[in-house]
């Protein structure tokens, strides 16, 4: 049983498409997260819902926009794609306690190339 | 904003020497954590410290949080060429939530 799986693993897309990551956590946890790896292999954190309520929200572009139908899901939508956005989307989901999250667990990630 | 530094970025060992990377806060941290991500694939979650001061092992890998809860170390005996891989450090301040805060990571290579 996959516990965090994302879809799709590769995703080659043309400038300007608009395209969808989902991610789905088997694991009863309360929060999901979505990070983007670029080349130098840094992860810097996107989104955050808990219980599908939005927490985090860093500076991204608002062409970038995640949905959460449910507290199992969480879905990544970006909008007129750019050469800049190819990537690796990692999903990720953890349960968070009152001293903080436990461990992360990361999905297998979706490699992004805007050609 | 929070900031975590991880130093070296790269390091290249023959299979036996040691290896240690080190993971530096601006701000007091409540707890960190460690990852490991092979190449090619996704980051996944070693262990936690919370306490300060404390040490923890997992066979040749030994974790350490400083005094000051600002400073950590992995460090890893006699590498294999198994240990292959990007370590990460992610610190959570006490204020921020479930937020942590991944350093830049240490990619380690291991020639046999």
């Known amino acids: 049983d996959t516990a965090v799986s994302q879809t799709p693993k590769y995703l080659v897309t043309q400038m300007g498409n608009d395209k969808s990551i989902k991610c789905e956590q088997n694991?009863?946890?309360?929060?999901m997260y979505w990070y983007k790896q670029d080349s130098k292999k840094f992860l810097k954190i996107m989104f955050s819902y808990n219980n599908k309520e939005l927490i985090i929200n860093e500076t991204v572009p608002n062409r970038f926009s995640p949905k959460s139908p449910d507290k199992a899901h969480l879905n990544l939508h970006i909008n007129s794609l750019e050469l800049g956005d190819s990537a690796v989307y990692f999903c990720a989901s953890s349960q968070v306690r009152i001293r903080g999250p436990d461990g992360y667990t990361f999905g297998s990630g979706t490699r992004l190339t805007v050609v | 904003g929070q900031q975590v530094m991880q130093i070296p970025q790269y390091q290249h060992v023959q299979e036996g020497e040691d290896f240690t990377t080190y993971c530096n806060s601006s701000t007091t941290l409540s707890n960190i954590q460690w990852y490991k991500q092979r190449p090619g694939g996704h980051p996944v979650f070693l262990i936690q410290l919370v306490k300060s001061g404390e040490v923890k092992k997992q066979k040749r890998l030994t974790f350490q949080f400083g005094e000051a809860k600002k400073n950590s170390s992995l460090h890893i005996t006699a590498t294999q060429t198994t240990d292959v891989g990007t370590y990460f450090c992610a610190g959570r301040v006490e204020t921020s939530g479930s937020r942590l805060t991944f350093g830049e990571g240490t990619q380690l290579t291991v020639n046999p």
């Open positions: 694991l009863g946890h309360d929060t």
